[in-house]
């Protein structure tokens, strides 16, 4: 059985939008947030990987990219796995604190909601 490090980001999405009540929006809604929270879950991975790289290894990272603009995702990971210790675990644990945060603003917003309705 092949073992999973990280889950997509797809799979990732999926799961916090519908732990957050979103997986009955309208198809239009939620194709259109479903894609905002993936972009701010990418930005989240990257500022957390960026955290964790030395100097050294971030002027690495930044010149591999200058050379090779169109880098792709895998190749990136692999720099992270290589360059930053337990980088799956690191990105976990980052994804959860995001998560909690995201889900608490939810649930926020949805009590600050005025009731639907009529009289």
Known sequence: MEKKEMTSVEDYVDDLMQRAGFDKLPE?????????????????????SMQHLS????????KMLEEHP????????????????DFPGKIAEGLGTF????????????????PTGGK
């Open 70 to 85: 169109q880098t792709p995702p895998e190749k990136v990971t692999e720099f992270f796995n290589e360059h930053i210790e």
């Open 55 to 62: 100097k050294k290894d971030l002027t690495a990272f930044s």
């Open 99 to 114: 998560a909690e945060e995201y889900l608490t603003s939810v649930a926020q917003q949805k009590q600050q909601r005025p």
């Open 28 to 48: 239009e809604f939620h194709a259109d947030y479903r894609e905002k929270l993936a972009i701010e879950v990418q930005r989240r991975i990257g500022i957390l």
